[in-house]
């Protein structure tokens, strides 16, 4: 099943799942290169809510641009296979080597505006990720290494401290809803 399937058959959480992915949809329907960066204000990313096997931990990255505790991804680049870029940027950004899907299903769905911001010298502009999120999962026993290019720490939370370690109020309601979909409740 092609990645515009999996969307159109997934069952949003919420109500901001329900708008993302009556857009979502409709970008696909407008635009045909929404899984490269050549599409400069929307284009589709992946990201990983990385659990250790009780699902009580999820591990987190310091990202160097946003200067905040975040999850791991990246963008498609030109991939398709949405999970396969999830699980290959948790290894990258990360270390770690022994990741799985928890489900190959789409765990969740955002739209994610991107502030305007310099990377490797060059300036980005303002624009949108069209992200998938999975829910992956790694043992708390194997290595981490940073990627000096993106991140400068990694490290292991509580699923109640995730929300509180970043410094994005926007990234902290998709954390609240990740985790509430994990069934764990941190008002």
Not at 2 to 11: A, D, F, P
Not at 66 to 84: I, K, Q
Request: proline content about 3%.
């Amino acid at each position: 099943m092609n990645i515009k399937q999996q969307l159109e058959q997934y069952k949003p959480y919420n109500a901001q799942e329900v708008k993302d992915q009556e857009v979502i949809l409709r970008y696909m329907d407008t635009f045909d290169n929404l899984f490269t960066r050549e599409n400069e204000f929307a284009h589709f990313t992946a990201s990983a809510w990385l659990v250790n096997q009780d699902h009580t931990k999820v591990l987190m990255a310091y990202h160097n641009i946003y200067n905040s505790w975040s999850w791991v991804g990246g963008h498609a680049d030109g991939e398709t296979d949405l999970l396969a870029v999830a699980l290959k940027e948790a290894k990258e950004e990360t270390g770690l080597t022994n990741v799985a899907p928890v489900s190959e299903e789409i765990y969740s769905i955002e739209i994610l505006g991107v502030p305007a911001h310099e990377k490797k010298g060059k300036h980005v502009a303002t624009h949108v990720h069209l992200n998938v999120t999975y829910l992956l999962e790694a043992s708390e026993d194997e290595l981490t290494r940073i990627k000096p290019d993106e991140n400068s720490d990694i490290g292991w939370f509580a699923l109640e401290r995730s929300i509180e370690a970043s410094t994005e109020p926007e990234m902290k309601v998709v954390y609240q809803k990740l985790n509430e979909k994990l069934g764990i409740h941190t008002f």
